[in-house]
């Protein structure tokens, strides 16, 4: 599986102690080549994601930004259709949509804020309904829905985002369900594969999503983030599975990128080969042992 797509690089930051601080991570971010500031959703461990996104996006020039991913379960697809639209404005069109269905860790988010925590199922479904009025709204266009989860009359939002038809949307997930449902209705793909998922494994996922997807797969970009940089794994990587990035590039995991700047950078190419991700992603505590890498293939 060839792609010519270029490569881009993300960094996954959650917080900063304050507003001065979180600008100049943005600019660092921005500085060494990094595409894009990717923000995950939660109540308890990040910054709420919008809002800091769009601080972001006006802390910098060129910097995309992105939420990676919000749970669905917590917004009304309305709201967050004007909200989306609206960070997209005050970012001058930088802006990327990143929706899941909710990992099992958020239930307890869910539990906090007096919401039901449905099946798989459930969750996937009502992430469809979701994306279709999300995508219609933010095209324009006048939206009502009278699905099982969410119902819309004659819905409109103001402003009118500045990517047309609208701003970048990204589908996270690893099951067959919702990844054929990203291969329906995203733009990009980030593919959850476990710290241990073998590139076998990722291969087997991205099957699944090129079936779905039919004629579509060639516009999809796909999305993988590193758990491993150099000798270097996020803390909770090493806290929670207590392996190093040697024992995870053992083990075979597509997640793991390790060896010198040439190895590393050949690793990637192999693998956007091999298997299509052109949009890497790294945590915010890897990105200066990436930086090398990006500065060499950012881009091509």
């Given amino acids: ?19 001065v601080e979180w600008a100049a991570k943005a600019r660092r971010i921005e500085s060494m080549g990094y595409s894009t500031l990717l923000m995950p959703d939660g109540l308890r461990h990040s910054l709420a994601p919008l809002p800091a996104l769009a ?29 989306a639209a609206t960070v ?12 899941g269905a909710g990992r099992p860790a958020a239930a307890e988010d869910n539990r906090m804020l007096g919401l039901p925590f449905g099946s798989g199922g459930e969750r996937v479904a009502a992430l469809e309904e979701s994306l279709r ?7 324009g266009e006048t939206a009502s829905a009278s699905g ?21 949307i990204l589908v996270a997930g690893s099951g067959r369900r919702l990844l054929s449902l990203a291969a329906r209705e995203a733009d990009i793909v980030a593919l959850g594969v476990a710290p241990t998922e073998t590139e076998a494994g990722a291969a087997e996922r991205i099957a699944w999503l090129q079936e779905a997807a039919g004629e579509r797969f060639g516009r999809l970009e796909l999305n993988m983030t590193l758990m491993a940089v150099g000798h270097q794994v996020p803390r909770w ?21 390790i060896g010198s700047v040439d190895e590393m950078c050949e690793t990637l190419v192999r693998r956007r080969e091999a298997l299509g991700v052109s949009y890497v992603a790294v945590s915010d505590e890897m990105m200066e042992a990436l930086a090398p890498v990006v500065e060499r293939l950012a881009g091509h």
């Fill in 148 to 168: 099982p989860r969410y119902a819309a009359a004659s819905a409109e939002i103001a402003p009118r985002s500045v990517q047309h038809p609208h701003p970048p």
């Fill in 55 to 83: 601080a972001a996006a006006v802390a910098t020039s060129s910097l995309r930004v992105g939420t990676y991913v919000l749970a669905n379960d917590f917004r009304n697809p309305v709201l967050l259709a004007k909200e």
């Fill in 237 to 257: 990587v090493s806290s929670q599975l207590g392996v190093s990035a040697e024992g995870l590039a053992a083990s075979g995991a597509v997640s793991a990128l």
């Fill in 88 to 99: 997209d404005v005050v970012s001058d069109g930088r802006f990327e949509l990143g929706l």
């Fill in 1 to 19: 599986m060839t792609t010519t797509r270029p490569f881009r690089f993300g960094v996954v930051a959650a917080q900063a102690p304050s507003g």
């Fill in 133 to 139: 009025l999300i995508k219609a709204l933010l095209s």
